[in-house]
């Protein structure tokens, strides 16, 4: 696998779609409901020398305070032939429905904010095992209670056409931009869903979701993880799977101690969607009754 780093049923492809399975610029991300939940980060390893010198992911906001990202956007391990120790990045910048850069820097509408938290699971930690790649950032600012965030649900089989979106850097890609795609699953169990549309480095962590064009209503189910050159696939990790459910009880040791602006336990907020976290405020497009989620 090559990381990307640098009602219930069938989903639809998404209204703001022109092309299918091409990505396609997103005008405005910060004045779109579910697009503005989507972030850029910019990671800093220990390994990594001077200012110039990072490594750029996606993800997506899942509560006032927290990024549902990849778990090698945090969590580094050395590919072959480099010689550091598998590591936590030092730092992580958060950058919400960023909308391009000018000569003072990114046009970020909502800011930018950093990590005080990052959590990944034992299995991408301990063993490099992509079914465990998800992270989860805690953040210093509330940026969510200022973006809102999307609903989380499982669905996704095979036949179905996802969403998905992020920050592509790669290539012809600025890393400044916003781009969305969508493809038809072509393997899905109960860690990955697998299609075939187009990515970018870059797009790691980003989310993949189900658009229902009869609801409007858009659900995170995945965040990208790796491209398979000899399957012509990419794969995302569950989001039910890895953050719902029982994973994030086994995680490894966090890079840092929670910022004191963070009201809720991690446990806690593991057991419950981004959408039931009481830290003060409520989620524009949170469901009352979890159970409709699932």
């Known amino acids: 696998p090559m990381p990307m780093s640098s009602e219930e049923g069938l989903g639809d492809v998404d209204e703001m779609s022109t092309s299918l399975s091409e990505l396609e610029e997103v005008h405005s991300p910060w004045f779109h409901q579910f697009h503005r939940t989507v972030v850029k980060l910019r990671m800093k390893f220990p390994h990594q020398q001077g200012t110039s010198s990072y490594s750029v992911c996606s993800g997506v906001m899942i509560g006032h305070h927290t990024v549902y990202t990849a778990g090698h956007c945090l969590y580094r391990h050395p590919d072959e032939g480099q010689t550091f120790a598998s590591q936590w990045a030092s730092s992580v910048r958060v950058f919400p429905a960023v909308d391009g850069e000018s000569t ?78 969508d493809g038809i699953v072509s393997q899905s169990d109960d860690y990955f869903i697998c299609h075939n549309g187009s990515v970018a480095g870059g797009m790691s962590g980003g989310p993949v979701y189900l658009y229902y064009s009869s609801s ?23 989001y039910r799977q890895s953050v719902y459910d029982t994973w994030v009880h086994s995680e490894a040791a ?34 009352d009754d979890k159970a409709e989620q699932y």
């Open 104 to 181: 003072q820097g990114y046009n970020a509408p909502f800011g930018e904010t950093e990590d005080a938290l990052l959590t990944v699971s034992t299995w991408w930690a301990d063993n490099e095992d992509y079914k465990g790649d998800w992270g989860v950032i805690q953040l210093q600012e509330n940026a969510g209670s200022h973006t809102g965030w999307p609903n989380v649900g499982s669905a996704g089989g095979n036949q179905d056409i996802v969403n998905y979106a992020g920050y592509p850097s790669a290539g012809s890609f600025d890393g400044v931009t916003e781009y969305r795609g």
């Open 216 to 238: 409007g209503d858009r659900k995170v189910v995945a965040a990208h993880s790796f491209h398979s050159n000899s399957a012509g696939v990419t794969c995302g990790v569950r």
């Open 254 to 287: 966090p890079a840092g101690s929670l910022d004191d602006s963070w009201e809720c336990s991690l446990n806690w907020h593991a057991n419950h969607d981004g959408s039931h976290c009481d830290c003060g405020l409520s989620a524009p497009d949170r469901y």
